[in-house]
């Protein structure tokens, strides 16, 4: 190595001054793809909120989505400038967080494609692309996204639209072991990032719009064995069994899709559960458990010791995927371990995540469906629940006052900060239809309605952990789909629609920083990272997902149609 | 549909032959996007072919905006223009596409009963004629205002690069599946358009269905297909093409 670097010196020397730029970069990257790949041990996972890179798709196991960087602060990020860009040249949504384990990023994008780039100055170490089965992209409801990868010893993990999970060698991308776990096409897909806890590849499905059947399974992070799978759609004869009609957990949805959170005090994992199928509640009458709702589930066993249903008696696909964080907290005096959450349904959710107790909630977007809480479950407005001979207009609509895009939590603004949409629906049953693996199972008519209270689509809004209370709201025409960062530099991360990243204050709102208009509108999620005590700031474009396909209003407003598509992703340094 | 938009498709036909016209026509190009798509009068077979180059000339548009070279190309103009910023980086890419066809056939697509006679011999039977040749044609510009966005001009959804699934092909109709034309219609008239589902007039429902059958081998007959007759349709969907 010693001896390729001074050949590379001596070259660039020869050609001189006007390859500079060109050259410079070579010596770099024999160093990068030459440089020892440090191991992700359970010891740095467990720590990751202290290492220098991102090792985890939320940045660390409480699902913060804070890093302790300071070097881009307050005071210096109107300095901010683009380090270095990567195109995909994919035209689809671009989901993923980008991964950085020392000096090698990892990110993923749609179809399935990973790739391994030196994280200072985007050189590309090696791309795998996944042979996607045609098969399976025919029942993907919300663009051909994915939104990360994990990693583990000297591997690195990515599910799949077809549901394998495949591992590869981080250094050079070969595969290790590629795990099937349900066949593709027939309503499954896996789009989440997968979470390595104590040598387990933990990940769910997604496909509850085609009465997919949701699970949780955990594999060897070694072998790719499957070492447990929790159906998340109750039986008859285990608890919750009884809580749906005969038969129809089997078709039942129910699909955690959202990376999980995991307590290693306890060992337990937090997972949201997705939207029962089909949509309409009275056609499977019953809390349908565990749908809509966040399990807490032994991590070497995937058993459940407890849930909390955020929506009881669901005819909106208020999905309850969305991520939790762990936080401490107070309220009315009393210090809580808590989970907190921001649901499709408008509310903010504080739990006790030692037994799953409600500690409040409160709204924050408009909301008709569930206009309150009683003895700490949600009460759903009978008015508001669609029939097949009955339309209703009501708030939020199906996508949610917040979809997948993750909120970030700062343990020093004690906020939570909340990538928001202000959208409403019309919701009408229809006739109803015989499940049939392969076609959508939700038998609703519905159209996304601008929010009555609002013009505005989007907004980011910080909201005061102890109270759920708003602090700040950011507003934007355009709708906000891309998850929120924040840093010890004081700062809130997060990426418009047409295009502009940018950074707030996240103290006031204030914002700090806009970049130039980036090639695609953003619905990535921001990660950051420290190489050679130099911070940087990740990104990708790549407008897509579910808002433009399935968005009624939203989607035809001419703001929204003319975002720009095709994958880029940034990385952003002083 | 107006003079003025008329024109601007022309100008854009041209250009999709010729790509340095391209350059020359960007509010051509604008016009195609916005309003002639969604205007053009569909019972004209020379219609689609115009729609096809505009489909097409947009694709080849979409495919050097997101490889970034299409920036540089355009850079005289911009400044010709005194424009700030490149209005052509920042048109819609409503008919996006990474990956365009090796060949800009405008007959491939309303042309393919040829196809549907060969398959006789991978089916044991060849499929049924269930729509008239006008209504597939009416439903060919009616699936490129309405469907196209998310599923490809080419029907080939996903893997074409776009967001929605492919209706059309071996993976589409899937024997496994077992769908029957009544499954596929009652979904597509439930929840399509997906951003404003059922929002389309029942006939033209129809029409996009004989398209779709079009494309999938199934020959044009004598008879007009009706809503009534695909909402209770029990016969298979299979690919019948190549």
Known sequence: MRYKRNVVEIARDLLGVCLLVAVAQIPVLSYAAAAPYPVVTNKRLVNAQRDDGWLMYRRNYESTGYAPFEGINIGNVSQLKIAFDHPSNLSQGHEAAPLVNGRYMFVTTPMNHLIAMDATNGKVLWQYDFPLEKKALQTVCCDVVNRGAALYGGLVYMGTLGNHVVALDARTGKVKWDTTLAPPGVGYFISGAPLVVNGKVVIGDGGGEYGARGFIVAMNAMTGRVEWKTYTTAAPGTPGGDTWPRGAYKTGGGNPWITGTYDDKTNTLYWGVGNPAPWLSIMRPGKNLYTDSVVALNADTGEVKWYYQWTPTDSWDYDGANETVMTDLAYHGKVYHALVHADRNGWFFALDRTNGKLIYAEPFVHVTSITAMKDGIPRPNPEMQPTIDKQVFTCPSFIGGKNWWPISVDPQTHMAYIPTLHACMDIKGAAPVAYKAGLYFVNAHFELKHDPTTDDWGSVQALDLDSGNQVWQYKTHLPWSSGTLATAGGLIFSGSSDGHFMAFDAKTGKVLWISEQLRSGIIGVPTTYVVDGKQYVAIWAGWGGAVPMWGGQVASDPAVKTIPRGGHLYVFAL | ?242
Request: glycine content about 8%; hydrophobic content about 40%.
């Open chain 2, 1 to 242: 549909m107006s003079s003025r938009c008329s024109n601007g498709l022309r100008k854009v036909q041209l250009a999709a032959w010729l790509l340095g016209a391209m350059l020359m026509h960007r509010s051509g190009a604008a016009i195609v996007r916005h309003v002639c798509i969604e205007q053009v009068n569909p019972t004209r077979r020379t219609d689609i072919r115009i729609v096809w180059a505009a489909v097409m000339f947009n694709r080849g548009l979409d495919r050097l905006r997101i490889s970034g070279r299409l920036d540089p190309l355009i850079e005289l103009f911009k400044r010709a223009a005194g424009a700030q910023s490149s209005a052509l980086h920042l048109q819609p890419a409503i008919y996006r596409q990474s990956a365009v066809p090796t060949s800009i056939d405008g007959d491939r697509l309303i042309q393919s009963d040829a196809v549907t006679r060969n398959a006789g011999n991978k089916h044991s039977r060849i499929p049924p004629a269930l729509y008239t040749d006008k209504q597939a044609v009416a439903g060919a510009v009616a699936y490129y205002q309405n469907c196209a966005m998310c599923h490809g001009p080419l029907l080939d959804g996903q893997a074409g690069g776009y967001p929605g699934s492919a209706l059309r092909g071996p993976d589409f109709a899937d024997p496994s599946y077992d769908f029957r034309i009544k499954d596929i219609f009652n979904l597509v008239v439930t929840l399509m358009p997906a951003a404003t589902p059922g929002s389309l007039q029942p006939d033209v429902y129809v029409t996009i269905m004989a398209f779709i059958l079009k494309q999938n081998g199934y020959p044009a007959g004598t008879e007009d297909l009706t809503y009534e007759a695909l909402a209770k349709s029990s016969v298979p969907l299979r690919f019948y093409g190549k």
